[in-house]
């Protein structure tokens, strides 16, 4: 049922908006990418189906950030289809499309490979990943690997969403992240929201709004 609304979700976008291309990472995982430059930042969602409401919530950002590039509108300030013209932003809102597995084995970093996978063959700029709902913003330890100043880029998430800091994480969110950084050099965040209940859900997503922009456009 998840697979199928998404899907259609997909496909809505993609039916609407000439410039959204649907693909395949590893021939199973969904994603869509808009843009015409290369090493795309990449927003990512979706940590197993329980967090359905993190693939809703990226879905809708990018169908938003599709139709202010159409009608030349600008978002947290910033002149969308002008930034498209030198940046490419990739949408994947299921890291981890659910298969069979034991009820209750959580995910592992070997169920994240496919997508690890990408991210360092395709030199992606960076990584904004949205799950959970512990309120807060982890990012790994700043290292030499990463080209991008990830402090500044930390600090400007921070002050967009009004989530606060994560010195550690063990989640498996934070754990991609950490393993993006240091692995691959691209800096990374894993946003968590304050909640990820259905009715906040448009909260959530104004609240987030300039922190996507922020990190996709500049």
């Known amino acids: 049922m998840f697979m199928s609304a998404l899907w259609d979700t997909i496909f809505e976008i993609n039916d609407r908006y000439k410039a ?14 808009f843009g015409n ?4 930042v990449v927003f990512a969602a979706g940590l197993g189906a329980a967090q359905w409401q993190s693939s809703v919530l990226l879905l809708r950002f990018f169908d938003t950030l ?14 969308v289809k002008k930034a498209f013209k030198k940046r490419s932003v990739v949408v994947v ?17 070997k ?21 959970g709902s512990a309120g807060q913003v982890f ?12 402090e500044t880029v930390r600090k400007i998430i921070l ?25 691959a050099g691209i800096p990374s965040f894993f946003i968590s929201p304050e909640s990820s209940e259905i009715a906040d859900i448009a909260y959530t997503y104004k609240a987030l709004e300039e922190t996507f922009a922020v990190s996709a456009l500049l």
């Open 111 to 131: 169920d994240m490979a496919p997508f690890a996978k990408y991210l360092a063959y395709h030199r992606s700029s960076m990584l904004i990943l949205l799950g």
């Open 20 to 33: 959204a291309e649907v693909f395949l990472i590893d021939n199973h995982i969904p994603a869509l990418r």
């Open 66 to 79: 599709l139709a202010d590039a159409v009608t030349g509108k600008s978002m947290a300030g910033i002149a």
């Open 139 to 150: 990012a790994p330890a700043a290292n030499e690997r990463c080209h991008l100043d990830g």
């Open 37 to 40: 430059a290369d090493n795309p």
């Open 159 to 183: 002050a967009c969403s009004k989530l606060a800091p994560a010195a550690q994480s063990d989640g498996i969110g934070a754990k991609l992240c950490t393993w993006a950084s240091e692995t």
């Open 93 to 109: 809102p299921t890291v981890c499309p659910p298969k069979m597995r034991y009820e209750g084995e959580p995910l592992k970093m």
